[in-house]
């Protein structure tokens, strides 16, 4: 084997591969990002309409919420 050209001792790679992990991390969180937003918006809408939905059953059974 050739000096230089064991992966494991090339010190150049190890800082070129921590940089692109972490922008593929950072892509990875962006879009986790714009994922869960909107998931929070449809459960919020979930959680209402569920809520509403008791308030008219109690409504219609005369009890106060």
Do not use: C, Y
């Not at 921590?18 to 922008?23: A, G, I, L, R």
């Not at 919020?44 to 009890?63: M, W, Y």
């Amino acid at each position: 084997m050739l000096a230089g050209t064991d992966p494991e001792f090339d010190t150049t790679n190890t800082v070129n591969d921590s940089e692109m992990t972490k922008e593929a991390e950072e892509r990875i969180l962006h879009r986790m990002a714009k994922v869960h937003v909107p998931l929070e918006m449809w459960q919020g809408s979930q959680n209402l309409r569920a809520t509403q939905k008791e308030s008219r059953t109690h409504t219609r059974q005369g009890v106060a919420p």
